[in-house]
């Protein structure tokens, strides 16, 4: 990459698959250039795919679980002496099961992914942004975002955590020129489920939504400076508008059903 570059630049975190990798591709396809991240070798070969539509990829493979992960992006980021227009924080994991069952180095590598790495990024990236009057930001949610999630508790706290903080984000910088967009999946097909231990969950076993349809509505979303979109199926934009109604301990005895472990024989 060069300075001299006409295309724009997005940053996508995650990008090695799922949402994150279709999240790169419909930016690529869309004319930017991009710097993709992940844990795994896998961002190399991705990277490769997405420069097939004209795009030019610098790919970091970086934990962004870690303090030093973030500022090692960060410092590639910087190092290519260009403007970001749109940064994607999509990085994120689930671990599922009883909260007094599961690993806890596993639950704090949850939080520092989900949460510490979106703060870290928009604490870094967003100020330029700011003083040049200019930028959009993505921050993936989740629908989990509006209720409880027993199960997957450490998740859903923390996409809690990502949904108001991209909506505070968004009023502090409304009159800025950079927008903030939170993208509200509901169960996508990725390889979250598996990851995180629920293959044996309803949610786990179930239908999901197309990756792809999710990061192009969350793309166009971004794009039209919308404060955030519930994509998907139909199902997930009731469940938001039933969340608003529903009390807590309601909406947490319906998510129960989804993610208890053994409940995809039930």
Known sequence: MTTSASRPLAVVTGASDGIGYELAKVFAENGFDLVVCAEDPGIAEAAQAFGASGARVESVQADLATFEGNERLFHRIRSLGRRVDALALNAGVGVGGPFIETDLRADLDLIGLNVGSTVHLAKRLLPEMVRRGGGRLLITSSIASTMPAPFEATYGASKAFVQSFAQALREELRNSGV?????????????????????????????????????????????????HVVAGSVKNNLEAMGAKVLPETAKAKLHRGLTEPGSADE
């Open 179 to 227: 927008t903030v967009t939170a993208l509200m999946p509901g169960p996508t097909e990725t390889s979250f489920f598996h990851r995180a231990g629920l293959d044996d969950t309803k949610v786990g076993a179930g239908r999901k939504d197309d990756a792809a349809e999710v990061a192009r509505q969350g793309f166009e979303a971004m794009m039209a400076g919308k404060d």
